[in-house]
């Protein structure tokens, strides 16, 4: 029986651990480029919550990377190499971040886990919230331009008259922020929808994503009549069709459709590698 022990991270252990992300992580937290860049940084600043599990043979088999905040600590980062699963290391790193925590005083430990949930209800923590995260799969299903609307790119000089459109300064400047973020990328899909009169009823701005293009998210709805919002996304899901696109994703809430809306219309909940949907967990020490 193999025996794991838990020490403090140190400069020298980054490039095994960026191995065992690499191996371990379904989602984009296995990406040399994020995690190494992290976690030197938090070497840098602040690493009293960093840990590692070895063998008694001296081979890193796992590690977390946590912080204590002013009144609760979170986990940002824990992975367990494959070969050294289910034999509570998992366990054993959480331990080491809620002992840290304890020693300063603080009561609550935190973390966000698109898929491993049941990990962390195993050791005493709570789902405590659902950032629920939806997608359409635009592939072997019948995507049109909704009936009687019209489709158009939004152009610069638009901005100042879609000001008047949407009435509040604030939510002019959200929309305006996404239209300039996918002004060079994603041209093409910052729509503006009008029924046959000309009469303008939303706007939609969809964005690729860096890390796998074939997934368009949504960056920004605005419907006038709260009821048209469903069609206003469905413009976009034809426009991001018809660039060949696989997924859209959106992130909820969205004012004007449910999770209900959604599932009706052929939408699942997101649990691809790169778009999830992510679990808030808590424990109370
Ligand atoms: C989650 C993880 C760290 C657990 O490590 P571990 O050393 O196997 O953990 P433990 O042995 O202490 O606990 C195992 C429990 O984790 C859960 N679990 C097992 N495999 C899992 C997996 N692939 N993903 C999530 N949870 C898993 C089970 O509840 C298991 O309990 P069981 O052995 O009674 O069935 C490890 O599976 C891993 O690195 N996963 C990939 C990275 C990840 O998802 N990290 C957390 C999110 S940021």
């Given at each position: 029986?193999?025996?794991?022990r838990?020490?403090?991270?140190?400069p020298?252990d980054?490039?095994?651990v960026?191995r065992?992300?690499n191996?371990?992580?379904?989602?984009t937290?296995?990406?040399?480029?994020l995690?190494?860049?992290r976690?030197?940084?938090?070497?840098?600043?602040?690493?009293?919550?960093?840990?590692?599990?070895?063998t008694?043979?001296g081979?890193?088999?796992?590690?977390?990377?946590?912080?204590?905040?002013?009144?609760?600590a979170v986990?940002?980062?824990?992975a367990?190499?494959p070969?050294?699963?289910?034999?509570?290391?998992?366990g054993?790193?959480?331990k080491?971040v809620?002992e840290?925590?304890?020693e300063?005083?603080?009561?609550?430990?935190?973390?966000?886990?698109?898929?491993?949930?049941?990990?962390?209800e195993?050791?005493?923590?709570?789902?405590?919230?659902i950032r629920?995260?939806m997608?359409l799969?635009?592939?072997?299903?019948?995507?049109?331009?909704?009936?009687?609307?019209?489709?158009?790119?939004?152009m610069?000089?638009?901005?100042?008259?879609l000001?008047?459109?949407?009435g509040?300064?604030?939510?002019?400047?959200?929309?305006?922020?996404?239209?300039f973020?996918?002004?060079?990328?994603?041209?093409?899909k910052?729509?503006?929808?009008?029924?046959?009169?000309?009469?303008?009823?939303?706007?939609?701005?969809?964005?690729?994503?860096?890390?796998?293009s074939?997934?368009?998210?949504?960056s920004?709805?605005?419907?006038?009549?709260?009821?048209?919002?469903?069609?206003?996304?469905?413009s976009?899901?034809?426009?991001?069709?018809?660039r060949?696109?696989?997924?859209l994703g959106?992130?909820?809430?969205?004012?004007?459709?449910?999770?209900e809306?959604?599932?009706r219309?052929g939408?699942?909940?997101?649990r691809?590698?790169?778009?999830?949907?992510?679990?808030?967990?808590?424990?109370?020490?």
């Amino acid at each position: 029986m193999m025996k794991y022990r838990i020490r403090q991270m140190k400069p020298s252990d980054v490039s095994s651990v960026v191995r065992i992300a690499n191996q371990s992580f379904l989602e984009t937290a296995r990406l040399g480029w994020l995690i190494g860049y992290r976690i030197v940084q938090r070497l840098m600043s602040n690493r009293e919550c960093l840990f590692i599990a070895e063998t008694d043979r001296g081979d890193l088999a796992g590690f977390v990377v946590g912080e204590l905040k002013d009144d609760k600590a979170v986990i940002n980062w824990i992975a367990v190499h494959p070969s050294h699963r289910s034999r509570g290391v998992g366990g054993m790193l959480l331990k080491a971040v809620e002992e840290k925590a304890r020693e300063k005083g603080i009561r609550i430990v935190e973390t966000g886990t698109p898929f491993a949930r049941p990990f962390y209800e195993k050791y005493g923590y709570k789902c405590v919230d659902i950032r629920r995260s939806m997608l359409l799969e635009l592939v072997g299903r019948s995507i049109s331009i909704p009936k009687g609307l019209r489709i158009r790119t939004i152009m610069l000089e638009e901005l100042p008259m879609l000001l008047d459109f949407i009435g509040d300064e604030n939510e002019w400047l959200r929309f305006a922020a996404a239209y300039f973020e996918a002004y060079e990328s994603d041209p093409e899909k910052a729509i503006l929808i009008t029924n046959k009169d000309g009469e303008i009823l939303g706007v939609a701005i969809g964005r690729s994503e860096k890390i796998c293009s074939e997934l368009v998210t949504l960056s920004y709805i605005f419907a006038k009549k709260k009821e048209d919002t469903m069609k206003i996304l469905n413009s976009l899901a034809y426009v991001v069709s018809s660039r060949g696109h696989r997924w859209l994703g959106v992130k909820l809430p969205i004012a004007g459709i449910t999770e209900e809306h959604l599932e009706r219309a052929g939408w699942q909940d997101a649990r691809l590698p790169f778009f999830w949907t992510m679990y808030r967990m808590r424990k109370k020490l």
